[in-house]
């Protein structure tokens, strides 16, 4: 079974600044899709950003980018340019992208990382 | 767009006691999804279905039950609640096939069994 680690349970990054959220998985398959999503106080789950493991280059979604290593199994989520409203727990997902066995149902998380933004 | 939509938002149950919790979606996705979520645990899947009239066991389904019998609805039902099934449950749902589809979570909803 493939697992997620998460291993900063906190992390706080001044406003403005830059931070590097990591995440790790444990895989043996060789297609793949990982996400980052974003909880809020709200409780909301956003998604940030995702990538599929075929392709080389790393997803960029505005102030949010992944530096995506596949032979490492690391998947991080780098923040630029902190916001206040980037506050919040963010979590790493991983799901098969195998249709055979039914595995690509199923979005294992990470227990994920609380970030608090500094003014 | 409503997406996901989850109710009730709020529950207070006694041991012992059923309820159940419903979730909508008018996106006609295929999928659906209930998940727990409790402190230092991240989200942990209870059940899904892949499609009307279909449902599957995920990481902890002991204690509850689910049904599919509309493609727009998966209930969530705990027939003898238990201290430790307090937690937030959210529902998601995507469309199926083998891309990148995401998943689209409802608010969630806070269930404390006294």
């Known amino acids: 079974a493939q697992t997620v680690t998460q291993s900063q349970p906190e992390m706080s990054v001044q406003e403005a600044e830059t931070v590097t959220l990591s995440c790790t998985y444990d895989t043996s398959e060789s297609d793949y899709y990982l996400f980052w999503y974003k909880q809020p106080p709200s409780r909301q789950m956003i998604l940030v950003i995702r990538?599929?493991?075929?392709?080389?280059q790393n997803a960029t979604e505005n102030r949010f980018s992944v530096n995506f290593q596949k032979a490492a199994k690391s998947f991080s989520l780098k923040i630029s340019d902190s916001q206040l409203g980037d506050a919040a727990m963010y979590f790493c997902?991983?799901?098969?992208?195998?249709?055979?066995?039914?595995?690509?149902?199923?979005?294992?998380f990470g227990k994920g990382t609380l970030l608090t933004v500094n003014p | 767009n409503a997406g996901v939509t989850q109710t009730p938002k709020f529950r207070v149950l006694k041991t012992g006691q059923s309820m159940t919790l419903l979730c909508a979606q008018d996106?006609?996705?295929?999928?659906m999804y209930w998940y727990r979520q409790d402190p230092g645990m991240g989200l942990r899947l209870i059940h899904y279905?892949?499609?009307?009239?279909?449902?599957a066991k995920g990481e902890v389904p002991d204690g509850y039950n689910v049904s599919r019998l509309k493609k727009q609805n998966f209930l969530l039902g705990l027939e003898s609640a238990a201290p430790s099934q307090t937690s937030v449950y959210f529902c998601a749902s995507r469309a199926g096939g083998s891309g990148a589809n995401v998943l689209t979570f409802g608010a969630g909803s806070r269930l404390t069994v006294l």
């Open positions: 990538q599929e493991a075929y392709k080389q």
């Open positions: 996106m006609n996705h295929e999928y």
């Open positions: 279905s892949v499609g009307e009239g279909t449902t």
């Open positions: 997902a991983y799901r098969s992208a195998d249709n055979s066995g039914g595995s690509n149902y199923k979005l294992t």
